[in-house]
């Protein structure tokens, strides 16, 4: 069953997306801020990070680069979850180290299907 | 933008203008939260809904496109590629987030109360928290303008609204009161119907609650005076009584109440029926504000026809994020264009008038040259139709008179042709095919052909008479023409040839002798269809034939190459370049030598003739003068629109 942890730091963001996520099959486990992310990748055990952009404390662009930057192993794949829909996020959110992004509101079954693309044979 | 409670904080309830793109993109992110947990939640309770349960599936369906209404509306005014929003367009865009808002509140109310609801308590949570995201879309008024007192509460998805409570029981008022401030609404309490009248006719309100049975004057009277009263007739009424009586709910509506609610009421049908009058009533305000706006924009266009359109007039109908909004816009641009490019336009036609009178006065008493061989004489009637007035000239293809056409009472030009130009019976029916093409061109800068003729061997055309002169003779006598002028005669000669073109006839001899004025400074082009048939005189072999002067043809006609419509602009170069300084941009002392320099000289560029005329007009003489075609304005449409874009 793949594990994912969702950084985010709105309690109704976390608690409905792992909520579906939990729903087709997903192991979520949740951090609610920055640092939290951080030091729950850095202990690893995920197959994939939803990691959204606007977090507290050190936003979601810093926390991938810290994460990419404490990895030793292969990389775990994060997808930048944001609600910005800025021109320009989704770059910005590859050259942290995203591997790929999505825009909120969730589109679940594109979520879906950026989370399985990822996942490849893993899942 | 650290919502770590769910809410959204109320920083972007402030109703300034927005600077910045992240700015913008904060506002766009704390309204687009609420709408991510809005769609996530239903979703979930749609997973969880049997497909059969259409009861339950529909209003959760209605929230999922109230939602999608939401997101459209907030990338409209909230754009990505937007740095800055208005005030305005803020306010805007929160007043068209309650409607779609107010759906999802009734769709959710809906699901709450249905009766029978399979729904469980986790359910019934979920319900609760898209009703709180909602909530989060629109922002209530600031509490300064709430009364003081009056303490405008939380958890209502309405805007504070003006409700009057009429109820002679002070307990009712009371309980009233509160329920309706916790909603979020600024109540005000009337003891009687008399009191709530004086009320009503001196301060505005959104709603009145209004109880049946009171001493003095009751519910049914008060509102009965609400309706028949203009100033209040639009004020939603709910009526609240104690009578469980079905008669006075029916005889209630009838009179025009919106609702009616028996006492003791359930707080959440207070609750969904205060919001659905308030609702109803925003959207007729809305409504009405909307036809109110219409009739500006349709105001505007009465006065852009009686020429008192100002810029901008329509003011904060331009403003509105919607599609009249964008209309008023497009037609505000649309008409500040028309009225500058008009009063281009008259200035330019100003300065050809006055070119055009210094001209006459100069040829006044001058030699309107006789013709040296006329073929007919005034006071001589030809083909038993034309009378001939009077002798206008001589061409190179024969001569023109003005005459007077007995059939058409009307006067009109004759040109004989040449017995050499007409001698080939071939050559004479292309001529007709030509003048056949050229009838079809109706333009007011286009003189227009009317007939070919033949009387004793004589071929004859008639044309409408112009009065007026020839570009060639206002050249003649002004020398250098005003740039206005240039710009006047060079646009009207472009309006000309976009639409001889489009109707697939090539003028093929524009030069200045071709060119009318007349005195009101319109510009008419003759003699389309005519050239073909000077072509044949043209035949270089034939040097004593030559009719003209090659002065005014593209290399690709003097080469013998197929011409197309690019030979005409090539002509208006020409045309221009003398206008502007008075003399040819090729000269030579014979016609041969002529060819020559148009092959292979370049003219002297017209920036070095002349010093008052603007750069893209002499830029654009030149590019006209291109020797390839291709490197010419492709178009008369083009050189319409690049003349029109000179000031």
């Known amino acids: ?123 | 933008m650290t919502d770590a409670a769910g809410t959204t904080p109320n920083a972007w309830r402030a109703s300034g203008a927005v600077t910045g793109s992240q700015a913008v993109a904060e506002l766009r992110h704390n309204l687009r939260t609420p709408v991510n947990h809005i769609v996530g939640y239903t979703e979930m309770l749609l997973e969880d809904a049997p497909p059969e349960d259409t009861a339950r599936r529909a209003p959760l369906q209605e929230i999922l496109a109230a939602a999608q209404d939401v997101l459209a509306r907030i990338s409209v005014v909230l754009a990505p590629t937007l740095s800055q929003v208005a005030a305005e367009a803020l306010t805007g865009l929160y007043g068209d987030l309650r409607e779609p808002q107010a759906r999802i509140v009734r769709a959710v109310t809906a699901l709450q109360t249905q009766s029978g609801s399979a729904l469980d308590a986790a359910a019934l949570d979920d319900l609760g928290k898209i009703l709180h995201a909602a909530e989060q879309l629109a922002p209530h008024r600031p509490a300064a303008e709430a009364t003081p007192g009056a303490g405008v509460g939380t958890g209502s998805h309405d805007a504070a609204c003006r409700v009057l409570v009429v109820d002679d029981d002070a307990a009712n008022r009371d309980i009233l009161q509160r329920r309706l401030q916790r909603l979020g609404h600024r109540v005000f309490p009337a003891e009687s119907g008399v009191r709530a009248l004086e009320m009503l006719a001196a301060e505005p309100f959104d709603l009145v609650l209004l109880d049946v049975m009171m001493p003095g004057m009751d519910g049914f009277e008060v509102l009965s005076r609400i309706k028949q009263d203009a100033a209040t007739r639009d004020i939603p009424v709910i009526v609240i009584s104690a009578l469980d009586d079905l008669s006075a709910a029916v005889r209630c509506i009838e009179q025009g109440a919106e609702d009616f609610l028996s006492k003791p009421f359930e707080p959440v049908l207070l609750k969904a029926r205060v919001g659905a009058s308030l609702e109803k009533k925003r959207l007729r305000d809305r409504e009405r504000a909307y036809l109110r706006d219409v009739d500006r924009v349709l105001g505007a266009a009465g006065a852009v026809e009686a020429g008192t359109y100002q810029a901008g007039s329509l003011g904060d109908v331009a403003r509105r994020a919607d599609a009249l909004g964008k209309l008023a816009r497009v037609f505000d641009t649309m008409a500040t264009q028309v009225r500058a490019r008009e009063q281009q336009l008259h200035e330019q036609v100003r300065a050809l008038r006055a070119e055009i009178a210094t001209a006459r006065r100069a040829t006044v008493g001058g030699s309107t040259k006789a013709s040296e061989v006329p073929t007919l004489h005034t006071g001589e009637r030809l083909a038993g139709r034309y009378d001939i007035l009077a002798s206008l000239g001589n061409g190179g293809m024969g001569a023109v008179y003005r005459a007077k056409d007995l059939e058409l009472g009307e006067e009109v030009a004759l040109k004989t042709l040449r017995h050499d130009l007409v001698g080939d019976p071939q050559l004479i029916e292309r001529f007709k095919t030509e003048i056949r093409l050229a009838r079809r061109i109706s333009h007011r800068n286009v003189v227009r052909t009317h007939d070919l003729g033949e009387w004793r061997g004589t071929y004859f055309l008639t044309m409408e008479y112009v009065e007026g002169i020839t570009v060639r003779e206002l050249i003649d006598t002004r020398g250098r023409l005003a740039a206005d002028a240039v710009l006047a005669i060079g646009s009207q000669l472009a309006d000309a040839l976009v639409v001889a073109h489009s109707e697939g006839v090539i003028h093929r001899d524009i030069k200045p002798q071709n060119l009318l004025l007349d005195g009101q400074g319109v510009l008419k082009v003759m003699d389309f269809g005519v050239a073909r048939l000077a072509e044949r005189g043209n035949q270089l072999t034939e040097a004593g034939l030559v009719v003209g002067t090659p002065a005014y043809m593209p290399p690709e006609q003097l080469f013998g190459e197929e011409i197309d419509a690019r030979a005409d602009l090539w002509a208006c170069g020409v045309v221009l370049y003398e206008c502007l300084t008075g003399r040819l941009p090729f000269e030579a002392a014979t016609p041969m030598a002529l060819i020559a320099t148009v092959l292979q000289d370049e003219p002297t560029p017209l920036a070095d003739l002349t010093s008052d005329a603007p750069p893209a007009l002499t830029g654009l003489v030149m590019q006209l003068l291109a020797k390839r075609r291709d490197d010419r304005v492709p178009s008369a449409q083009a050189l319409r629109e690049r003349l029109g874009a000179i000031a």
């Not at chain 1, 939803?50 to 292969?74: Q, V, Y």
């Not at chain 1, 992004?101 to 299907?113: A, C, M, S």
């Open chain 1, 1 to 123: 069953m793949p594990r994912i942890l969702l950084v985010e730091d709105n309690e109704m963001n976390r608690d409905m997306l792992s909520r579906r996520l939990a729903r087709r099959g997903f192991v979520v486990e949740m951090a609610v801020d920055g640092p939290e992310g951080v030091a729950k990748a850095a202990a690893g055990g995920y197959d994939l990070i939803l990691m959204d952009m606007s977090l507290p404390a050190i936003d979601g662009w810093e926390a991938t680069r810290r994460i990419r930057a404490a990895e030793t192993g292969t990389p775990v794949p994060i997808v930048a979850l944001t609600a910005h829909a800025m021109a320009g996020d989704r770059e910005k959110a590859l050259e942290a180290g995203c591997n790929d992004y999505d825009t909120k509101p969730v589109d679940l079954d594109r979520l879906l299907g950026k989370i399985q693309a990822l996942l490849g044979g893993s899942a």
